[in-house]
């Protein structure tokens, strides 16, 4: 269920190292990766729904946006606890607001999406950096962990779109989950010269899942450690940070 709120504030500090500030135009996230530790972290945890299935909306996020920025100087991080190209942006467009507003008042921002919508907005990003997430190249995996996120070939293309429309994109590849290590970083490696890659943290909120699709390896280092040099082969060790 889709809710509209007037929020109270919408900037809000952060210690993540890529930015000052993060914005979160939504609360929830339709894309409902089952990983994902925005169920229980932020706001959403006090709603007591369903992840995937409830969303909120701020509606006002612009007004908000208009009113903290004169006292909020430094750059942006979109965002911390929702995809902010989730499905409903195409409806809102909350996150191209605040964008042009960040750019109208000359602030720097930092967007993380698995959404192919992110390229709607490419007269927008020109002047900021992009990072998609593309978490695996399996799309049976992708469908489990992640089925309300874009197919991973629709990924593929967003990332080769943003290229050649000369955007600042890189590639997160986090958490990392059953891949073919050797395909994944051939692929990237047509677009990016360099990919930062993640284990994944919340073993508790996927274990069943992995237990029954026989996956179990992948929750361990030594299966991460192992992705983490085939992809310092492909890219080379200077161009893998983890
Ligand atoms: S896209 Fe990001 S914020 Fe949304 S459910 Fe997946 S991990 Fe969480």
Redesign the pocket.
Known sequence: MIHEVNCKKIITRTKIPVAKYVINPYIG?S???LY?F?QFIGPFKYTSSKWDRDLWVKVNAADLIEKELPKASGDFFLSS???PY?HVEKKYQLTRRILQLLRSHFREAHIMT?STLVSRDVDLLRELSVTLTITTDREDVRKIL?PG?PAVEERLNTLKKLKEDGIKVSVFVGPVLPMNPENLAKQLSKYVDNVFLDALNYHRLVNSVYTKCGWQEWLTEEKFFETVEVFEKIFGKDNVRY
């Open positions: 996230c894309f409902g990766c994902c925005a606890v929702c995809d989730q698995k992640e996120a």
